[in-house]
């Protein structure tokens, strides 16, 4: 299990990540805290989505500055006390309507073809979010990740989904799961 950041005492926004390493008959656990060269700066409202069975995504959030967030970190575990964050960077200047895509209380479910579906949440001026996007990350390597980030073009990597039919009410700060079929 990873922790990352949420609201602490007082209001103030956290940016620090745990581990929870549960012991083979899950009767103890150990957490550790991740300790990186670079992370993501302290926000809430974020999602964590496990991609592999040592990688996990997060994306978005609230930041300090009350500000909505778009970015993408990967926590690499590749060892344990050995994690690294590395920030995916994506040149969004062909993603159509990138403007909608920031956003915080939303969530984001991995589904069938490694790709993670992000609906909902809500924007800067609190506006509910009704719409879908994708975000494939199949085009993020699975190892040799650097410190330094991985830069990808955004238009092979997220995409909006327009063709839904019915759909929820806009909504912010609710769960969903996803189901196989």
């Not at 949420?6 to 581990?19: Q, S």
């Not at 989505?49 to 930041?63: A, D, K, S």
């Not at 967030?69 to 062909?94: A, N, P, S």
């Not at 800067?124 to 199949?138: G, N, P």
């Amino acid at each position: 299990m990873v922790v990352h950041g949420g609201i602490g005492l007082n209001g103030v926004r956290l940016g620090d990540a745990w581990i929870l390493e549960l012991s083979e008959d899950f009767t103890s656990g150990t957490w550790h805290m991740v300790e990186s060269r670079q992370s993501p700066p302290p926000r809430s409202g974020h999602t964590l989505t496990c991609i592999r069975e040592n990688q996990v995504v997060l994306f978005g959030g609230r930041g300090l500055g009350y500000d909505v967030l778009d970015d993408v970190w990967i926590l690499d575990i590749q060892e344990l006390c050995e994690e690294k964050w590395i920030q995916i960077f994506y040149d969004f200047r062909d993603v159509p309507e990138y403007a909608s895509l920031p956003r915080v209380g939303h969530s984001a479910t991995l589904v069938l073809g490694g790709r993670i579906l992000i609906y909902g949440g809500e924007d800067s001026y609190r506006h509910r979010k009704d719409d879908f996007w994708v975000l494939d990350v199949k085009t993020i390597p699975s190892s040799g990740l650097q410190p330094q980030g991985v830069s990808l073009n955004g238009s092979s990597v997220w995409r909006k989904l327009d063709r839904i039919s019915y759909r929820p009410k806009s909504r912010s700060c609710y769960y969903q799961d996803s189901t196989p079929r």
